[in-house]
């Protein structure tokens, strides 16, 4: 035998990685999975942002979006009793109408979020 063929038989021999790199795997995670659900939820929020009137707008934080269902959380109940109002006087069709995803439903649920503040850069509650 010569040296090429020892080097085939050896080589042959050689246990086979059988790992994966974990950058292959997130990148197939980002681009069709995760990069959907971002695009989708960007969209919504261009449009919650252009049909909302600014007085409620700046009250509410996009929470989710799943299988057509938003949630909006919305720091007061003042707040969220005027939204929820205005999505049944007919702002809900006009986001429907829109955003071309599949929007079924709107959620309320109440909470508080933070926003960041752009002088100091520190997290405020009190929006």
């Known amino acids: 035998m010569d040296d090429t063929q020892l080097r085939t038989l050896w080589l042959q021999k050689q246990p086979h990685e059988r790992t994966s790199h974990l950058a292959e795997s997130m990148t197939i995670l980002m681009k069709h999975k995760l990069g959907k ?11 919650w942002d ?25 720091d007061s109940a003042s707040h969220r009793y005027q939204l929820q109002t205005l999505l049944t ?19 309320l649920i109440p909470g508080q979020f933070a926003s960041v503040d752009l002088v100091t850069g520190t997290r405020r509650y009190d929006v």
């Open 37 to 47: 659900k971002v695009r989708q939820l960007s969209k919504l929020a261009a449009v």
């Open 89 to 107: 006087a007919g702002l809900m069709k006009e986001i429907q109408t829109r955003f071309n995803g599949p929007l079924n439903k709107v959620r």
């Open 50 to 74: 252009e049909v909302l009137p600014s007085t409620v707008r700046h009250h509410t934080a996009l929470e989710s979006f799943q299988r057509g269902v938003l949630t909006v959380m919305v």
